[in-house]
Structure formats: C-alpha cells, structure tokens
C-alpha cells in the first residue's frame, strides 16, 4: 500500500510539472563540474593560468561541485588582479550562476543576499 501512494503522489508531482528527486544525477552532476570548470579555466585564461598556477592546479583537480565553489575566491583575486575587481565580479557572478541547483541548500546564494563585504550605511 505504501508503494501505491508514493507512486501516486510521484505521478501527480510529476504531472504538475515537479521532479520527484530534488538531487541532481550523477550524470548530471558529472557534466555540470566540467561545465564549471572549463568556464573557469575559459575565465582565468593563458595569461592567467601561467601568472597563477595554483589556482590553475585547484580548478583542475577540485573532486567535486563544492571544491569549485570554494575556488571561486582564489579565481577571483586572480582576476581582480588581472582585470580589475569589477570585471572580476561581472565574470564571478556568472560562473556562480551556473551552480543553480547542484549545492547543498546552506552553501549557495540567494538572489536576494549580497555576496560582498557589508558595509556600513553612510551617515
């Protein structure tokens, strides 16, 4: 009987337009880690990659989506530095972007909360 009402209510989710796994395949996963890590190399460039070669070495060989989550500091002093911060944010943001959906929920952004410092509202 417990089958019956799991698949039902999976049948019915799925009519809706749900998915019935809120976590991404293996295949998936797998496709998209590579996805992220050729935008970051694309990102970092030649020049990049000789002028910072741990970083280079860290998008390489990062295991998983949450290693590449955590290199997205490291690439964007990279950069910033190569670059300037505001480019650097405009290209973070969007490789950030392509993380949607494949995070634990407390280790990705919302749209609505900063990713910067905070600073204090002027007076």
């Known amino acids: 009987m417990t089958w ?15 998915t019935t796994s809120a976590e991404p395949t293996t295949t998936m996963m797998q496709s998209s880690v590579e996805d992220i890590r050729a935008a970051m190399q694309h990102a970092l460039g030649a020049e990049g990659e000789q002028r910072f070669v741990a970083v280079t070495r860290r998008i390489r060989y990062a295991d998983d989506i949450q290693g590449l989550w955590y290199v997205r500091g490291e690439l964007m002093a990279a950069l910033s530095a190569m670059h300037g911060e505001v480019a650097a944010r405009a290209v973070i943001a969007e490789i950030s972007g392509l ?10 952004t919302s749209p609505g909360r900063p990713t910067g410092p905070r600073h204090p509202a002027p007076r």
């Not at 993380?99 to 990705?108: A, I, R, T, Y």
């Open 4 to 18: 019956l009402k799991t698949t039902l209510r999976n049948s019915i989710y799925s009519l809706l337009g749900g």
């Open 99 to 108: 993380f949607q959906g494949l995070l634990p929920p407390g280790l990705s």
